[in-house]
């Protein structure tokens, strides 16, 4: 009877352990869609500002990557014309090169893209 109590306290121990709604202990690294309107002043440009238009990689000229991406302008011109969301989205060559953003991170970028690279 002891045993059997025993192996009943357990089970509901494992069980109370999984229930959570945390989604990385149900296996779903995915958060929830972008809901709402991304525009680049609001959601991308802090972002941008950031993680790329440093002084050592996207800002003007003089950055190592060769090109800002600073302005709207720059940086739309960069996601229309260049691999910009490859490489975001990218495990082995991400952007940027100290690590690949969040998922969260990149779902603003790919939905700013979905509704048209809108501005403000």
């Not at 910009?84 to 998922?103: A, E, N, Y």
Request: aromatic share 10%; hydrophobic share 35%; net charge positive.
């Amino acid at each position: 009877m002891k045993t059997k109590y025993l192996i009943l306290v357990f089970a509901a121990f494992l069980y109370s352990c999984g229930g959570g709604s945390d989604d990385s202990m149900n296996g779903n690294n995915n958060p929830p869609p972008v809901t709402g309107t991304v525009t680049y002043a609001k959601d991308i440009q802090p972002i941008v500002m950031t993680t790329c238009a440093t002084a050592s990689c996207h800002l003007g000229n003089s950055g190592t990557a060769g090109f800002g991406l600073e302005t709207y302008t720059l940086l739309k011109s960069a996601a229309q014309n260049r691999p910009l969301f490859v490489r975001i989205q990218s495990s082995t060559s991400p952007m940027p090169p100290t690590g690949k953003m969040s998922q969260a991170t990149i779902n603003l970028f790919l939905a700013w893209r979905d509704q048209g690279y809108l501005e403000n």
